[in-house]
């Protein structure tokens, strides 16, 4: 089962020439800035919008002719979208009656399907009487009562505070890695895409301008919005506590201390830290001060962003560092020299995967 | 002080009323009649402007097209204009000698002045811009994704329409329909000019207050407060159950 | 400055109501407060300009409408020095309530029927009235005009049929000749003087046969309370007078007695 996407649309001030491909062992991340034509791509694979040309095929059978509510795909939008006037059952059972289905037959369906969400006791409360997990849970629910076999997660998460974006992605990672058929999110949230995508496809002005893992990211991006998406420092691993009370993560690539969440128990896996390249101090000689990750490494590259320079170093772990480019000069910065660099234990953003969070994050 | 302005001609009203005789008023044969002529031209043409104004309102929030801000002036108008010029309008219009109405009668022998039609159209003409503004405003402040979701989630035009947009803007639709309702209640010049003042067929409350004034002022009071009650139970019921979120 | 442009909006609002009432001229001078039937209004307008020369400084201010509605005005707010009523019994209300002196007689009027000049319906007498279909308003009960024209239809004893063909009653001789020039209605009772130069051409008038025909009274008084009761008595008398009358009969009234 898989999906493929060649699109081209021309419209006043807009043109789309989209390819790209899904396939169903994946989560698909699209991404790009807003204006690029993420939501003419969603409204495309929805049937909304029909393409001047080319097609979209899914597990082999083309869509092209097939109205949107026979289309076999689900959409979770951004801010859920509930329908404030209708119970979550009914809101579930919207796609089925909008189909034609029979009002007994589709309220049983969404009754059964609130049930898998444990949402059974809530099947008559209205959107605004729902936590916004609940809310969520019943969104997930109404975008999967059809069966689809394409998930399209529109924006999900870009619109909920720290916290809750966090408890969302739990849920919404569970529903992806479960779901039988193609999973396609659509993001401008880097964070978002990369936790939750096995691979990227960043559109930029209406064309596919890079696709790969996050690791062809990072190894080589292609444009500065490529460049600036992977710029964030993400780091997985293993959270343990130290004597002192602060928290090491113990990631692939090294190990660094960060504060120790109060939610978190001693270990934790799959834990998510987050570092942006702007926290991190670059120093010639070895620092002296209150900063607790200290690294030394190699410059891999120094990419210059207008009065700002991305420094690229060969840490353990690999850091990437956001200076202006006074320091760089100041410090007599250079590509294949050696360099210290520093940032404090609060710097980091620590993702518990339990659905608890700690520190600032700035996607 | 601004409350004193509005109340002072209603405690006059209440000083005046011969509250001995307001029994004998209200449930005479006349006042009876004109009640029940009064409810009937006031809820049909509340539907006319609720079937005429519905879609007007959708385009108008709607869809760009120019001359738009023309339409929404026009559309206005009735509520400015004087109603007895609404009445002189119409009559020019659809009078027997009329635009429309001359070829009205011509062709169909149709003549709409002197007739309880003529008396909904003048009130309907007279409230129809409260039912516009108020289903512009609403349909202008719906959340215009969850229409767009709904359609994502495969509904047709029509199923979303009755499904979603309708259904959201039920409160403004109630809300605009009650306040034309009530002004068609209370419409009197329009309906005088092209309608005329005919018991039973085109003499609607407002016109009976008018009438009873003629003969008997003190007792034309007693129905005159008859009105302002139901104009007030409208308002406040309006308040309770559509203005407070 | 919000608030001194509404006061100073409010102050020029009030010096208009009070000047219509109060003097309106230089000193020496003095406004006479005429209320008159609504169907004096052509021939009132042009006596009170002969009389305003006739007796230099005075001001005659008329206000014209339904003798029933001046009446009700005068008993409530008294504010006429001189009242000109179309029925007798509206002006013996007035006499009751307020009290008149100087009465007297100046006027009559008969009812005519008035059809738009192509005559649509054919009426050509007053029974013509009474066939089914034809569309007669009629002034409404308790206005003068409405009543006379009842009385008409009582006395010709075609009273019931005609009343089933009526489909308005207005609210006063002004509006019937309105529904009659516009072409809307059939036919209508008004007053002779109602047909005036400036509608002549727009209706046409048929006599009522004088057995059946009410003449209507107009009788003239000095309202009780008046600040200026001699000009309102020389006013009272300017008008049974002879000039007055020769203005009253090119008017389409009759004379008194």
């Known amino acids: ?363 | ?245 | 400055m919000r608030r001194s442009a509404t006061a100073t909006f409010l102050a020029v609002a009030l010096l208009a109501t009070g000047c219509s009432r109060a003097d309106g001229g230089a000193p020496g001078t003095s406004t006479l407060t005429v209320f008159a039937a609504s169907s004096l209004t052509g021939a009132f307008t042009q006596i009170g300009k002969d009389f305003e020369a006739a007796n230099p400084g005075t001001h005659v201010a008329f206000s014209f409408g339904p003798s029933d509605g001046l009446a009700q005005q005068i008993e409530s707010e008294g504010t006429a020095d001189v009242f000109a009523s179309a029925s007798g019994t509206w002006m013996d209300d007035v006499a009751t309530k307020v009290g008149v002196t100087d009465r007297a007689d100046f006027a009559k009027n008969r009812l005519v029927i008035i059809t738009p000049p192509s005559d649509p319906a054919n009426v050509r007498s007053l029974a013509d009235l009474a066939r089914p279909g034809v569309q007669v308003v009629l002034a409404a009960a308790g206005v003068p005009v409405g009543d006379y024209a009842r009385q008409v239809l009582t006395n010709a004893g075609i009273a019931k049929q005609v009343l089933s063909n009526v489909v308005s009653n207005e609210q006063d001789d002004a509006a019937l000749v309105a529904k009659i020039t516009s072409g809307e209605a059939d036919a209508a009772l008004v007053y002779s003087s109602d047909v005036t130069s400036a509608v002549s051409t727009d209706v046409k008038a048929i006599p009522i046969p004088d057995p059946v025909n009410v003449i209507a009274t107009y009788p003239i008084a000095v309202v009780h309370g008046t600040s200026q009761p001699d000009v309102a008595q020389a006013f009272v008398a300017y008008v049974t007078g002879p000039a007055a009358q020769a203005t009253l009969a090119s008017f389409g009234f009759l004379p008194p007695g």
């Open chain 1, 1 to 363: 089962m898989s999906l493929r996407v060649d699109v081209a649309l021309q419209r006043e001030g807009f043109s789309l020439e989209a390819a790209f491909d899904a396939s169903v062992d994946e989560t698909v991340a699209l991404l790009g800035p807003n204006g690029s034509g993420k939501s003419t791509v969603v409204s495309i694979l929805a049937g909304l919008i029909r393409p001047d040309s080319g097609h979209v095929e899914l597990d082999g059978i083309r869509l092209d002719d097939v109205p949107p509510e026979e289309r076999p795909v689900g959409v979770l939008f951004q801010d859920l979208l509930l329908f404030p006037h209708l119970s979550a059952l009914e809101n579930v059972a919207f796609p089925l009656r909008a189909r034609g289905a029979a009002k007994v037959g589709a309220r049983r369906r969404a009754a059964e399907a609130l049930e898998r969400f444990g949402m059974a006791g809530r099947a008559g409360a209205r959107p605004r009487d729902l936590s916004g997990g609940e809310a969520q849970r019943v969104a997930l629910a109404r975008t999967l009562i059809t069966e689809p076999r394409l998930l399209l997660l529109d924006e999900p998460t870009s619109s909920l505070d720290v916290a809750a974006r966090a408890r969302f992605r739990r849920l919404l990672s569970e529903t992806l890695r479960t779901f039988p058929g193609v999973r396609v999110l659509v993001s401008h949230d880097p964070v978002e895409a990369m936790t939750l995508a096995d691979r990227l496809v960043v559109l930029e002005d209406g064309r596919v301008t890079q696709a790969g893992t996050p690791e062809d990211f990072r190894r080589a991006p292609r444009t500065p919005y490529a460049a600036e998406l992977v710029g964030v420092n993400l780091f997985a691993g293993r959270l343990e506590r130290l004597p002192d009370g602060a928290g090491r993560l113990v990631a692939a690539g090294g190990e660094l201390t960060v504060a120790w969440p109060p939610q978190a128990s001693d270990p934790t896996e799959d834990v998510l830290a987050v570092l942006r390249p702007a926290d991190v101090s670059l120093h010639r000689e070895c620092p002296e001060g209150s900063a607790r990750n200290v690294f030394h490494g190699r410059i891999e590259e120094i990419a210059v962003e207008g009065t700002r320079a991305r420094v690229r170093l060969g840490t353990h772990p690999a850091l990437v560092a956001e200076v202006t480019l006074g320091s760089v000069s100041r410090l007599g910065l250079a590509e294949g020299t050696a360099a210290w660099a520093s940032f404090k234990a609060v710097e980091v953003a620590v993702l518990l995967p339990q659905g608890t969070s700690t520190g600032t994050l700035v996607g």
């Open chain 2, 1 to 245: 002080m601004g409350a004193a302005f509005v109340a002072l001609p209603l405690v006059g009203l209440l000083a005046r009323a011969p509250w001995s005789r307001a029994a004998a008023i209200l449930s005479s044969d006349s006042s009876r009649t004109a009640f029940r002529l009064s409810l009937e031209v006031s809820g049909l043409a509340a539907a006319l402007d609720l079937t005429l104004g519905l879609p007007l309102a959708w385009v108008l929030a709607r869809k760009a097209f120019p001359g738009r801000t023309f339409v929404r002036g026009l559309v206005v108008l009735p509520l400015v204009m004087p109603p007895v010029v609404a009445g002189v309008a119409l009559l020019a219009a659809l009078g027997r000698r009329g635009l429309v109405g001359a070829w009205l009668d011509r062709a169909f022998g149709l003549q709409l002045t002197f007739t309880t039609g003529a008396a909904v159209l003048a009130t309907a003409l007279v409230s129809f811009p409260l039912v516009v503004l108020a289903a512009e405003a609403g349909l202008r402040s719906i959340d215009a994704r969850l229409e767009q979701a709904a359609s994502f989630l495969g509904a047709s035009r029509w199923y979303l329409m009755r499904r979603v947009t309708l259904p959201l803007l039920g409160p403004q639709i109630a809300a605009g329909a009650a306040l034309a309702w009530a002004r068609a209640l209370g419409e009197f010049g329009a309906t005088l000019m092209f309608a005329g003042n005919l018991r039973g067929r085109t003499q609607t409350l407002p016109l009976a207050v008018f009438e009873l004034s003629q003969t008997d002022p003190r007792g034309a009071t007693v129905l005159a407060l008859a009105l302002v009650a139901v104009s007030l139970a409208v308002i406040v019921a309006l308040r309770r159950r559509l203005l407070t979120p």
